[in-house]
Structure formats: structure tokens, C-alpha cells
């Protein structure tokens, strides 16, 4: 696990005072990472990784601890730049266009790729509606109420969480269980329309009565938003994911991705020993 912070550290304005609107639907994007170096200080941690997240498909992250995979998924949404020691070099295209461009400003990129994190983290105090407006801060337009409630069924039912909590939107999210925790913050990303989610770890904090609903929505929501997934679980890899990228790093050396491709050929034929033995529990 990163020792990045895991919850958003920005103040929240009062739901009111945002300006809020029901965004219009977007089209489907590819993510491209190209020659994806990082580095923490000294160490580099990931050296010339590319993978292809092909537009409306799950993309899996799987590798032993420490290979670099939330590192990799952070360099997606710019969020490792908010390390002060980490640096980067190569290119995350979305649809075509560098997130890394200078002439392009960091809200773009957080606007069209949304991050769930592995721990839940509601703002607890905040109602359940609040908690899915506040991803709204980032769009610049005014909307009606009746707009603001709209869209917050639209996330909810999109969460999976809407015929859970349609009755008591004014009760506070951290009220709600853990895995309905987690399926408001994703409802909540989902309210700024993100043409990307990645997802670390998603699950590990929860049952797996609720792992199984989370893996439903995330099957439903590719229909109309790109996924990467970080799981150390094999199974949720075959479950939910189209595609599967395998990390490594062997002792002292920056992580690479071994191989990658179809889920279902990797999981059952897959052209690398160490995947092999990685998928079928022998290391990691
Ligand atoms: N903020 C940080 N500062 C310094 N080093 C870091 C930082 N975050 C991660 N690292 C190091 O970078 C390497 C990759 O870490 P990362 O969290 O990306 O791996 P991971 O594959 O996601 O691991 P896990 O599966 O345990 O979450 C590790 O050696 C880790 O110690």
C-alpha cells in the first residue's frame, strides 16, 4: 500500500455556495500511459511502463506488494506530482491529449479521471446528498435545485446505492456501512461526469457480500466510464476486469509490467513463468 495520503486534503466548500450543474453525458475515452518513469527523491519505482486502458473496458492492476501499481495509478489522475519528492517523465494520454501538457491545468485532468480510494472516506458529518454534491466544486456552473436533485440520483442509482439510501438523503454519510460508504464516494466521483475511475483497491476494507455489489456497479458503470482497478484479489481480477496488466519488481530494481492483455488468456494462458506462477498464488 502507497503511504500517500488517501483522502482528498482540500476544504470542501458549503454544498450551497457550489456552483453545481447536471454535466452533459461524455464519450467514452482511452487512457494511453507511454514510457511511464517515476520516481520518490533517489528511487526510481517505475521504469518505461506503458499500457493501453482501452476506452469503456475494465483495465486490472495486479502485482505483489510494492511493485508500483498506486504509484502507476496516481501518475493517471496527477496525483503523484503532489509528492515533493516524487518525479515523472513520459506521457498519460487521454483520448490523444497529455494530462502532463503545460499548457493544460491539473483541474482538467482531476475533472476527467475521478480516483476511489481503498479505505472509504465520506465526509462523515455531511448528509448523504452533500457528500455526492461536494464532488461538484471542480464544474463552474449554476444549477437549479431540481438540477442538484437530479443529479443526485443519477450517481446514486449509477453507485448502486440509491434504493438504500433514496429515503434518507439528509442522514449523514457516515452513518452508512462500509460498503455503502464506499459506493457513495463513488457516487460522488461520479458526479462531475469523469470520462475515467480508477479505483485502488476498492474493496479491501470491505465484506464480501459487499465486494460483490461494488463489483456489480463497477461492471455497470464501464458502460459508460473507463475503469482501472488496483485489487490484489485474483478472483475480483477475473470477475470484473477485460484486461489485466501484471507488475513486478525484482529486488532493488524499479517495477516494469511483465505482461499484459486479455484477462481471460492471462488468467489461463499466460505467456510469462512469473505470471504464471503470480496468477496461481505460487509468490506475492
Ligand atoms: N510517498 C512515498 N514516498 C516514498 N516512497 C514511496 C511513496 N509511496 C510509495 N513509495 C514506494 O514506491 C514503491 C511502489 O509503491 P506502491 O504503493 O506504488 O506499490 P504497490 O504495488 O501499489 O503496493 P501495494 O500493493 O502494497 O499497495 C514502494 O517501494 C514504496 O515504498
Redesign the pocket.
Known amino acids: ?4 495520503p488517501e483522502a482528498p486534503t482540500t476544504q470542501i466548500p458549503a454544498v450551497e455556495d457550489a456552483y453545481v450543474a447536471v454535466p452533459p453525458t461524455r464519450p467514452l475515452a482511452a487512457l494511453d500511459a507511454r514510457e511511464i518513469t ?1 520516481w ?2 533517489e ?1 526510481k ?2 521504469d518505461r511502463v506503458s499500457l493501453n486502458m482501452p476506452a469503456g473496458q475494465i483495465t486490472a ?1 495486479i ?12 501518475i493517471l489522475n496527477r496525483m503523484h506530482e503532489l ?1 515533493p ?2 518525479q515523472l517523465a513520459g506521457e498519460v494520454l487521454l483520448d490523444g491529449d497529455d494530462i502532463y501538457d503545460p499548457q493544460r491545468k491539473l483541474t482538467d485532468a482531476r475533472r476527467s479521471i475521478g480516483m476511489v480510494f ?1 479505505k472509504p472516506n465520506p465526509f462523515p458529518a455531511m448528509s448523504i446528498r452533500e457528500n455526492v454534491l461536494a464532488g461538484l466544486k471542480l464544474t463552474g456552473a449554476k444549477a437549479s435545485k431540481s438540477d442538484r436533485d437530479a443529479l443526485v440520483e443519477y450517481c446514486l442509482v449509477r453507485g448502486g446505492l440509491w434504493n438504500e439510501v433514496k429515503d434518507r438523503l439528509d442522514a449523514p454519510g457516515g452513518g452508512l456501512s462500509g460498503g455503502q460508504q464506499q459506493r457513495l464516494c463513488i457516487a460522488r466521483s461520479l458526479a462531475i461526469k469523469p470520462r475515467v475511475l480508477l479505483m ?2 476498492p474493496c479491501s476494507a470491505l465484506d464480501p457480500t459487499s465486494t460483490r455489489v461494488i463489483e456489480e456497479t463497477m461492471l455497470e458503470l464501464a458502460k459508460e466510464v473507463t475503469i482501472v482497478i ?1 485489487t ?1 484479489n485474483m478472483q475480483q481480477a477475473a470477475r470484473v476486469s477485460n484486461t489485466c496488466a501484471f ?1 513486478l ?1 525484482a529486488q532493488g530494481t524499479p ?1 516494469v509490467i511483465v505482461e499484459h492483455g486479455d484477462t481471460a488468456a492471462m488468467f489461463s494462458n499466460p505467456q510469462d513463468q512469473r505470471t504464471n506462477d503470480y496468477v496461481n498464488g505460487r509468490f506475492g
Open positions: 500500500m502507497s503511504t500517500l517515476a520518490f527523491g528511487r519505482v517505475l492492476l502485482g505483489p506488494s510494492g511493485c508500483g501499481k498506486s504509484t502507476f495509478l496516481r509528492v519528492s516524487a481503498q485502488d483497491e488496483v490484489h507488475f519488481a517495477g
